[in-house]
């Protein structure tokens, strides 16, 4: 008995075809996907992309899957408190901050930021977009100190010189760089930001090191690294 050939798929029924679409997928709601997401970003330690997502083998959806609920993956990732990769306003970056402040219930700082990876911006990219963390603070409607927005320009400064110099800047490599270029803080003024206290300079050289690592710089135990 000759078997009959099968239908062309221009001859489903589409509506036969979507009832048993329905019937045979797994039916997620919202709140099972944001938990999915935010469980992803937590293992990966930053927001997922769709491509990570989709080789997480514990996340149990495809990135599709989110998609149609959602409209756009963004869209899933701003539900989920996740904060997009890329495209991100600075309006979004802003209320971000706000956010956190209010959680903290006061204003935030770089390492509030740090502790929040996956769910906040990093720090970098408040850099790139404002200047610095202490304008974006200020942007966001948060009361900076005028010593944390001198202590922000000393790092930025320091961050620029290390990687003229191939190394973390010395007191003395400061001096010299302070001479070619009077719109850098003097070393003292920097010295100070610390009280002068024993150890002062090498803090200095420490939150210098941590911002030039965010950047992607690896920083020798000996201060030096690749320019």
Not at 115 to 134: E, Q, V
Not at 136 to 155: P, S, Y
Not at 161 to 185: T, Y
Not at 216 to 225: H, P, Q, S, W, Y
């Amino acid at each position: 008995m000759a078997r009959k050939p099968y239908r062309a798929v221009s001859g489903i029924d589409p509506q036969a075809l979507a009832e048993f679409q329905a019937g045979i997928r797994r039916r997620y709601t919202d709140d099972q996907i944001l938990a999915a997401l935010r469980a992803s970003a937590e293992r990966l330690g930053r927001s997922p992309t769709m491509k990570e997502f989709a080789a997480d083998p514990e996340a149990g959806m495809h990135p599709q899957t989110v998609i149609e609920h959602f409209g756009t993956w963004n869209a899933a990732k701003r539900a989920a408190g996740l904060m997009p990769r890329r495209f991100a306003t600075r309006e979004e970056l802003l209320e971000q901050l706000r956010r956190l402040g209010d959680e903290l219930d006061r204003t935030p700082n770089a390492q509030d930021i740090r502790s929040r990876r996956g769910t906040m911006p990093s720090t970098s990219l408040y850099w790139h977009t404002f200047g610095s963390l202490a304008v974006a603070l200020r942007e966001a409607g948060f009361d900076v100190a005028v010593g944390e927005e001198k202590l922000e320009r000393a790092i930025a400064q320091g961050s620029v010189l290390a990687r003229a110099l191939g190394h973390l800047p010395k007191f003395a490599d400061w001096q010299a760089a302070r001479k070619v270029d009077p719109s850098m803080l003097t070393e003292w003024q920097v010295y100070r930001l610390f009280e002068a206290r024993r150890g002062a300079w090498a803090t200095f050289q420490y939150l210098v090191r941590e911002r030039l690592v965010e950047q992607g710089a690896e920083v020798r135990a000996d201060g030096t690294f690749a320019t």
